[in-house]
């Protein structure tokens, strides 16, 4: 509980001061509550919610149930105290200061809008896309149902069945860092430097219309990709590289 420098001292349940003051305490909330909502009298609902409050406290301290004020529930406060928090900080930044304070939260909401999506404007969805149609992080793609399973999972069999796809089993980062020291120019796109565990499921037979069967290759390989402002949107399957023409140089 946030208490007023002027309120009694936070522990008042604890060491036993129920008296004086206490009675300090509720005494600000009132003066408090009438400078926020005016002159009110004795009979009015905010005032009879301030005392219902302070009788239920002066209760629970002559019981000796010392609630700390870090823990003590929310319903035991009164419903004044965020108005008078709120009014004691637009005091603080009045004139210029509130200015200042308006620039501060806008700033801080600009941030957090940037956490949330680190990605370039126009280079969001295509990286999504990516990640959706090629980035599985399982180990699971020893048996032979994983084809089947995997594309229509991943909503590639619908409305006809994908000739093709190809699923890169690792991280994000792994694959993303391609774009990056972990990937050199080959041609327009980037060719990894290491191999990548990779399973491609090809569709069996002529025909693209449901249901879709896949036969699968999952030979490790270097994996050649289109990065887009240094994020993966477009892999090449067409290239098969086992091994690098050369090694990266680095």
């Not at 004044?80 to 900080?89: E, G, K």
């Not at 930044?93 to 200042?100: D, E």
């Not at 694959?175 to 796109?189: A, F, L, Q, S, T």
């Amino acid at each position: 509980m946030l208490v007023h420098p002027k309120a009694a001292p936070p522990n008042f349940h604890i060491n036993g001061s129920c008296g004086a003051s206490f009675q300090h305490f509720i005494n600000w909330e009132k003066e408090e509550a009438m400078t926020i909502y005016g002159k009110l009298g004795r009979g009015s609902s905010k005032l009879r919610s301030i005392n219902v409050w302070a009788q239920n406290e002066q209760v629970l301290c002559q019981r000796k149930l010392s609630f700390r004020p870090s823990i003590r529930p929310a319903k035991t406060f009164p419903p004044f105290r965020t108005y008078f928090m709120l009014a004691s900080t637009m005091k603080l930044f009045r004139g210029p200061g509130l200015v200042s304070l308006v620039f501060l939260l806008a700033a801080l909401v600009s941030v957090s809008e940037v956490d949330a999506s680190k990605q370039p404007p126009g280079v969001k969805e295509r990286y999504i896309h990516f990640l959706k149609q090629h980035r599985e992080k399982s180990n699971s793609n020893t048996g032979g149902r994983y084809c089947n399973d995997m594309m229509k999972k991943r909503g590639l069999t619908r409305p006809n069945c994908k000739v093709k796809n190809s699923f890169i089993h690792a991280s994000d980062t792994d694959i993303k860092d391609v774009c990056g020291n972990r990937g050199e120019p080959y041609g327009n796109m980037r060719l990894s430097c290491n191999p990548f565990r990779v399973t491609t499921c090809e569709l069996k037979g002529g025909s693209t219309r449901p249901p879709c069967k896949y036969k699968h290759d999952n030979r490790p390989r270097h994996i050649a990709i289109a990065c887009d402002q240094g994020y993966p949107v477009h892999y090449d399957e067409g290239k098969v590289i086992l091994n690098r023409p050369q090694p990266c140089r680095r």
